[in-house]
């Protein structure tokens, strides 16, 4: 089974600041991990995912994330944050080989303050 | 738009009637995810289909919910019999025959239930 853990239900940066959020993972085999970005009352968009292959994986929007196994984490971050960042973000997990079935974290909303 | 159609957007019920949820997939997509997102929590995985089949529907609550994806039309999630507890935003994926390509989500379909 997988499970996954978003540290911090709201973050807040200003802008041009760092972005971090972190996501811990777990899974008893080899996991697919993805960001997905939600804007309200819309649906979710796909940031980034991490399928096996490089362990820094590069998104939409200047978004990267990379996989560390040894600590069972896949933070998203980002540079410099911009005003149009503010959204609820959510990490998810599924076993490798297959990407239904998704496990999702209960999210993290970002605010940027001018 | 060739994305992810989900209708109607919002949908009220009283407790006791039929909640029907339609989603058409991306074009080219023949899988569809069902997802429910309660206030403050993340996407639950509920079921996935294929054309005329249910692959896993290991998420779907065992009464009063049910879900089809037929050979025309649009996928359908039916919740019979409302009750208060139903009222969540409900979001449909699809990915296409690959099921190791990422899922596209629609808007969802926010169910408030009076």
């Known amino acids: 089974a997988q499970s996954v853990t978003q540290l911090g239900s709201h973050v807040s940066v200003s802008e041009g600041a760092l972005v971090l959020l972190r996501c811990n993972y777990s899974s008893s085999v080899p996991p697919y991990l993805f960001w997905y970005v939600q804007y309200p009352n819309q649906g979710l968009q796909l940031l980034l995912k991490?399928?096996?292959?490089?362990?820094l994986v590069k998104g939409i929007n200047g978004f990267e994330a990379e996989f560390k196994k040894s600590e069972t984490s896949f933070h998203l971050t980002k540079p410099s944050a911009h005003m149009s960042d503010a959204a609820e973000y959510f990490c998810a997990v599924t076993r490798g080989g297959s990407n239904y079935k998704l496990t999702f974290g209960k999210g993290t909303l970002l605010t940027v303050n001018p | 738009n060739a994305g992810v159609m989900q209708n109607p957007r919002h949908l009220v019920r009283r407790r006791g009637q039929e909640a029907r949820l339609r989603c058409s997939p991306m074009?080219?997509?023949?899988?569809v995810y069902w997802y429910r997102q309660l206030p403050e929590e993340g996407l639950k995985f509920m079921v996935y289909?294929?054309?005329?089949?249910?692959?896993?529907e290991s998420g779907m609550p065992k009464e009063r919910f049910s879900a089809e994806f037929p050979k025309e039309g649009p996928s359908i999630l039916r919740i019979q019999q409302v009750v208060r507890g139903d009222s969540a935003a409900y979001f449909c994926?699809?990915?296409?025959?690959?099921?190791?390509?990422?899922?596209?989500f629609g808007d969802g379909t926010r169910l408030s239930i009076l």
């Open positions: 994926a699809s990915s296409p025959k690959d099921s190791n390509q990422p899922q596209h």
């Open positions: 289909l294929q054309k005329e089949n249910i692959i896993d």
């Open positions: 991490y399928t096996s292959a490089a362990t």
């Open positions: 074009k080219g997509h023949s899988h």
